[in-house]
């Protein structure tokens, strides 16, 4: 029986540790055991009881405060991830060797440790080569995607992800409670898929054309080949943890978000505003 896995990943600050809490407390009500484990060699805070932490085998101040090896923060997050998957032995003495089991990975949240350094590649091969299903979760501030531009950029910072880890993904708008009725409206919009009608407009309210032109031909990537897909989710509705979580089951079975999809036939979309609520 296959395994399953959830690397929580996301900026700094996007809610991945509230949001392993968060599952871990539905897990609970729904009998559901989802374990945690803390793969943040810098983590201070968390609220959800820990299966596993990374900070027994390596911290971020045994890093920082060797004088041979001087790292600041940065330098020092990537050389413990770097002795980390050295030393994965130990992530799987500590996963041992159950069946059905469900664990989400709480990641670091400096991104260039999914878009350009191998590291966390090498612990999902390793993941699944001990039979584990692997979705990643990519958590963006829904408060940071309220304009146009933003949006689209955070769609890529997900995205690069994407490439590096080649795992199924979904995309994650979190703290959406924090939003105002106005900008949960504007969401919506950005979230239902047009992201070409999006990005269509901002060439026209753009003083920058060119950005805007670039812009156009980002999102017609992302848009026709549906490569990018957020869940917009509510930590305080059961409801709406309930539907993520079942998107995610799809995707471990099926891996179906992952697929690149055939380009959608789009007609006119140079004629065809968007016509924004403000
Ligand atoms: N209102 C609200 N606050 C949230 C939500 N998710 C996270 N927060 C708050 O945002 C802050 C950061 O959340 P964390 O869960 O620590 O974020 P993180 O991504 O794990 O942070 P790093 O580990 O530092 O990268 C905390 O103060 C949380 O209480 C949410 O859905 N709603």
């Not at 069946?99 to 991104?111: K, V």
């Not at 090498?122 to 829904?142: E, K, P, S, Y």
């Not at 919506?188 to 898929?193: E, T």
Request: proline residues 4%; glycine residues 6%; contains cysteine.
């Amino acid at each position: 029986m296959p395994r399953y896995a959830q690397l929580v990943l996301g900026p700094a600050g996007s809610g991945k540790s509230t949001y392993c809490s968060s599952m871990v407390k539905h897990g609970e009500v729904v009998k559901r055991t989802i374990n945690v484990v803390n793969l943040d060699p810098a983590a201070e805070h968390f609220d959800y009881p820990v299966f596993a932490d990374v900070r027994e085998l390596i911290e971020i101040d045994d890093a920082m405060d060797d004088q041979a090896l001087r790292f600041g923060p940065n330098g020092g997050l990537i050389f413990c991830m770097e002795y980390f998957e050295r030393n994965l032995e130990w992530l799987q003495e500590q996963l041992g060797d159950g069946e059905d089991d469900y664990f989400l990975f709480d990641c670091p949240g400096q991104i260039e440790l999914y878009t350009h350094v191998p590291i966390m590649r090498r612990v999902v091969n390793q993941l699944q080569n001990w039979n584990f299903r692997v979705c990643g979760v990519f958590l963006v501030d829904a408060q940071f995607c309220v304009e146009q531009s933003k949006f689209l950029s955070g769609m890529l910072t997900a995205l690069s992800s994407m490439i590096q880890l080649e795992i199924p993904f979904i995309h994650v708008l979190s703290k959406v409670d924090l939003l105002s009725k106005r900008d949960k409206k504007r969401l919506k919009k950005f979230v239902d898929p047009d992201v070409y009608q999006l990005a269509s407009s901002e060439i026209s309210n753009s003083f920058l054309g060119r950005y805007g032109q670039l812009n156009k031909a980002i999102a017609s990537v992302i848009y026709d080949y549906s490569l990018v897909k957020f869940y917009t989710l509510d930590m305080s509705k059961e409801d709406s943890i309930t539907d993520l979580l079942g998107e995610i089951d799809l995707c471990m079975q099926y891996g179906e978000d992952f697929d690149v999809k055939e380009p959608k036939e789009v007609e006119n979309n140079e004629s065809e505003d968007f016509h924004d609520d403000e």
